[in-house]
């Protein structure tokens, strides 16, 4: 949309690294047309790592779903591979960019043995959110995602930001711009709130017992 105008308002939602690919000049100050919220899927991948292997102590493998048309999974992936380092947990990377893709990545990761999946940040993942977990679910597979839906879906552990107030605060921005506002001297708003939702119903579906002291820390449990 950028390149087809530089003088429409845009408000953008969820956008990893807004500096970094060219939209705004900082934070602060996004300077052009551009503004709205980014969010921080690329950090938090690592503490979703940290989680999973909470759950499944004994983790040393672990499934990657990234989408190779997301650039920002690029980046997520580069996280994970660098805390599961630190934890000496292999990481098995599975590209999916079509239904097909998927169920041939968790057969590939059934193949190989991973202990556990991580779903990396993608709208895409999101549409395909019944398959997943249906795949992660038939083969008993603990799955971390970064939105509350995919968790209240089935998914077993969730971590990340709450999407469904991400998009209201984008209207925000809407409002403030038809009211005459100018989009580049908009701060651009990264996420202050994250929360942790555990799956007590799928934990028990694919036969995994969540430690008590994970349970505590987290700011859901779903039953």
């Known amino acids: 949309v950028h390149k087809v105008s530089t003088t429409v308002p845009i408000v953008m939602v969820g956008v990893p690294d807004p500096i970094g690919e060219g939209f705004a000049k900082s934070l602060s100050r996004p300077g052009g047309s551009i503004t709205g919220l980014s969010n921080i899927v690329t950090e938090v991948s690592s503490k979703q790592l940290q989680l999973l292997h909470a759950a499944v102590p004994r983790l040393s493998l672990v499934g990657v779903l990234v989408n190779p048309g997301n650039p920002s999974d690029a980046l997520i992936l580069e996280q994970i591979q660098g805390a599961a380092y630190t934890r000496k947990i292999k990481v098995l990377a599975v590209e999916a960019g079509t239904a097909t893709e998927i169920e041939a990545g968790f057969a590939a ?23 997943i977990i249906r795949l992660a679910t038939t083969h008993r597979l603990p799955s971390i995602f970064s939105s509350r839906e995919m ?23 809407v409002d403030r711009i038809l009211k005459g506002a100018a989009p580049g001297s ?31 820390r987290a700011d859901r449990v779903i039953d």
Do not use: M, W
């Open 109 to 131: 990761i059934v193949r190989n043995r991973a202990q556990a999946v991580i779903v990396a940040a993608d709208a895409f993942f999101e549409v395909q959110c019944e398959l």
């Open 151 to 173: 968790t209240e879906a089935g998914g077993l552990l969730s971590y990340g930001q709450d999407l469904a107030l991400h998009y209201r605060r984008a209207a925000a921005y």
């Open 186 to 216: 908009l701060p651009i708003e990264q996420p202050t709130v994250l929360e942790f939702i555990i799956n007590r119903k799928t934990a028990r579906a694919i036969g995994i017992a969540i430690p008590a002291e994970l349970e505590l």
